[in-house]
């Protein structure tokens, strides 16, 4: 999604770019990093714009400026939308990815994603996530043609991620907006307010779309810690991997993966232990006298 038409003839020069997200924190629905990119020459005539950090602006003029910017052929844009499942399925995997490193990776994605349609990018804002210097030197070892300026609330200080801000935005909200709930279940809907975990409304609705052996819908983040506390109503599963990981557990790097079974599931051997007795088993497996085997 983005300006991936017919390259223009300033791209060809000097190009500046920003770069920035929207949805981070909440736990709903997807975070998305958008960029907005120019030549460089084009730079005054950018800060008269209006654009400014999106959180500061009404969705009416949000909306507007980002009609505004995507009719401008002097303005080029472009955005990654990660899917909630996909951050979820990153932050608890084994080998754990954090979201600073998710969030990195996106934005060096939108580098080379504009690198190789052929603009001529020299200079890239960006708002920091971690580190800000740590964060400058990692995109400039990745990308060592390119000035990179990392700092602090960038979406304020440089009309350039501004307009990023504006982009990450928008999509966001339409995105949310626009959101077709995969699940079937009785009584759902899409009242689930600003999605981040602190708001009253968006509490309500997870409350009333936890499923005990399912979950939730896809729309949630079902890593973040919001959720946590709805999982000891989850009926329990068997995960076999949380054997593995307590047998791989060597306790030298004092840090423990978090577990499945911490969030209310159990693990496998303690199921096979309930279905050998005979208990809680299902009924049908009862009834014809059928075991659970392991050779033949």
């Not at 005054?44 to 507007?64: G, I, Q, V």
């Amino acid at each position: 999604m983005g300006s991936e038409a017919a390259l223009p003839a300033w791209a060809s020069k000097p190009c500046i770019m920003g770069i920035d997200e929207a949805g981070r924190g909440p736990v709903l629905g997807p975070m998305v990093y958008g960029c907005l990119y120019c030549a460089r020459s084009y730079q005054k005539t950018l800060s008269t714009l209006n654009f400014a950090d999106s959180k500061t602006l009404k969705e009416e003029k949000r909306e507007e400026l980002f009609e505004n910017l995507k009719a401008n052929e002097s303005i080029g844009w472009a955005v990654d939308v990660i899917d909630p499942r996909e951050l979820s399925s990153k932050m608890l995997r084994k080998n754990k990815i954090n979201l600073n490193v998710i969030s990195h990776d996106s934005a060096m994605g939108l580098v080379s994603r504009v690198l190789n349609m052929g603009v001529l990018l020299t200079e890239v804002y960006v708002d920091t996530v971690g580190d800000a210097e740590k964060y400058r030197v990692k995109l400039s070892e990745r990308f060592p043609g390119v000035k990179f300026v990392v700092a602090k609330k960038a979406d304020s200080l440089y009309p350039v991620v501004s307009g990023a801000s504006i982009v990450a935005k928008v999509t966001r909200d339409r995105a949310l907006r626009g959101w077709v709930l995969e699940e079937t279940a009785e009584n759902m809907h899409k009242e689930f307010g600003s999605g981040y975990p602190g708001d009253p409304e968006t509490k309500a609705w997870l409350e009333q779309h936890k499923h005990s052996v399912f979950g939730f819908p896809s729309l949630v983040r079902f890593s973040w810690g919001t959720c946590t506390a709805y999982y000891k109503d989850f009926v329990e599963v068997a995960w076999e991997s949380d054997q593995v990981d307590e047998d791989d557990f060597d306790g030298s790097s004092g840090k423990r993966q978090v577990k499945l079974s911490s969030l209310g599931f159990t693990s496998k051997r303690k199921i096979e232990e309930t279905e050998s007795s005979g208990r809680g088993r299902c009924k049908f497996f009862q009834s014809r006298k059928l075991q659970q085997v392991t050779h033949f």
